[in-house]
């Protein structure tokens, strides 16, 4: 067998950029998928050349056929995916529920939700003969942090992601492929871009400050290769004992 090989989606930016080149450096030929097929480009130009092979995907994870293309081709190329990392996303539209058009709900819903269970779905019949890992990102927002008000679509696919992944965790245990989740609190990537802010969300923010900042251990966002460590553990054999688990990165955030 050649080297492992990993699908990261999300991987033109942040935390999923990140863990690409993170995999290609400890030897994984990696297949960044993305919507914005110059970023990944330039991750992937951005990683040295340690002996491993990385190709770029373009497509939307939350379209069955891009998905399912996007798949096949990394099969054609190496006939084998041992990591799948479910990490695209968007923050989508924040705003009050009164205010949150149906069509803005759906939009980050389809992306981050659809697009999880889409890359899943679409791993399994590769992955099912010899095993392998699945991370999924998820967050602190849905799961033990409630007062980002405005971000009810985003919490609510978050939420739903953990539920999926221990789903999926269970049912897949008989093929040896591991599902685990990551929650990360703020970390310093360009997810801004994917954030909508509208103005319906100032009337029922609910104030909360801290002095000190909101991040106990570093008092600033974390680093998406501090992620991106998480990342590889999981989906390294050091993790073979864990799945159906959420693990939170957040430097304490969310507790507070
Ligand atoms: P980022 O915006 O820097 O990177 C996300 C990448 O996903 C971008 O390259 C973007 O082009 C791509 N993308 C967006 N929609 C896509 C689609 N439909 N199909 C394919 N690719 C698409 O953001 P990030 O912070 O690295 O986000 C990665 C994940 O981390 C997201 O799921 C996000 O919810 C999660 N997360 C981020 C933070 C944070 O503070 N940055 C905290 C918790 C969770």
Redesign the pocket.
């Known amino acids: 067998m050649g080297n492992k090989v990993a699908v990261v989606?999300?991987?033109?930016?942040?935390?999923?950029?990140a863990a690409a080149k993170r995999f290609a450096k400890e030897g994984m030929n990696v297949c960044i998928?993305?919507?914005?097929e110059e970023?990944?480009e330039k991750v992937r130009s951005e990683i040295a050349d340690g002996g491993a092979e990385v190709f770029v995907a373009e497509?939307?994870?939350?379209n069955k056929e891009d998905v399912f293309s996007a798949i096949q081709q990394v099969m054609e190329k190496w006939g084998q995916i041992d990591v799948l990392f479910a990490?695209?996303?968007?923050?989508g539209t924040i705003t009050s529920i009164e205010e949150m058009e149906a069509e803005d709900w759906d939009q980050t819903m389809t992306?981050?939700l659809r697009?999880t269970f889409l890359l899943v779905k679409s791993v399994i019949p590769h992955m099912k003969n010899s095993g392998g890992s699945i991370i999924i990102?998820?967050?602190?927002?849905g799961n033990r942090m409630f007062k980002n008000i405005g971000f009810s679509a985003?919490s609510t696919t978050?939420a739903g992601q953990v539920a999926f992944m221990k789903m999926a965790a269970l049912e897949l245990a008989r093929y040896k492929i591991r599902v685990n989740a990551i929650?990360?609190?703020?970390?310093?990537?360009?997810?801004d871009?994917?954030t909508f802010t509208q103005k319906g969300v100032e009337e029922v923010k609910i104030p909360i400050e801290y002095p000190e900042g909101n991040q106990p251990l570093e008092n600033a966002?974390g680093k998406?290769e501090q992620v991106a460590d998480l990342v590889y553990f999981l989906a390294s054999d050091q993790s073979s004992h864990i799945t159906g688990t959420e693990i939170y990165i957040d430097g304490a955030e969310s507790l507070l």
């Open positions: 989606t999300g991987g033109g930016s942040g935390i999923g950029a998928i993305d919507i914005k970023r990944a497509a939307d994870v939350s990490n695209a996303g968007i923050n992306i981050n697009g990102t998820s967050s602190i927002n985003y978050k929650c990360p609190g703020a970390i310093d990537t360009n997810i871009q994917n966002a998406p």
